[in-house]
């Protein structure tokens, strides 16, 4: 399944960038919820780096968008790149980075980051900011 097929971005919507100079954006979204491979409610903290281009994110619709995986059976791993996907491709920013803590379950906790400047990701690698941070605020 493609990673377009978990999600309705069109629940996402974007704000004209008032101003063309490079500057940052944090949102932190405390409790993103959804449901785990065993049908398990499942809580993550979801930090987002923007850098954008032409739009920005616009909150409330980023929320609702959000809340969509509630009810969804997803993994981690397959959440992260859900959500970056969506945002690269509804607000093509200069950079995006993802950070997504999981609360522990049986014990163990996760904590899942992706960065459009990896060269993996076709990026870069001209922010080194990444390097040995934390990206806990």
Not at 22 to 49: H, M, N, R
Not at 93 to 100: G, K, S, T, Y
Request: charged fraction near 30%; aromatic fraction near 12%.
């Amino acid at each position: 399944m493609k990673n377009s097929e978990w999600s309705q971005t069109s629940m996402l919507t974007t704000i004209v960038n008032p101003t063309v100079q490079g500057y940052e954006i944090k949102i932190k979204s405390p409790e993103v919820t959804f449901l785990g491979v065993k049908d398990q409610p499942d809580f993550a903290d979801l930090y987002l780096t923007f850098y954008p281009e032409e739009k920005v994110i616009e909150l409330k619709s980023f929320k609702k968008y959000l809340h969509q995986f509630r009810n969804k059976i997803i993994s981690y791993e397959r959440l992260i790149n859900v959500i970056y996907d969506d945002v690269m491709r509804t607000y093509k920013p200069n950079r995006l980075r993802i950070v997504m803590t999981c609360n522990p379950r049986g014990g163990i906790s996760s904590r899942l980051t992706i960065d459009s400047d990896w060269e993996i990701r076709g990026g870069k690698e001209a922010y080194r900011d990444w390097t040995g941070q934390s990206d806990e605020w």
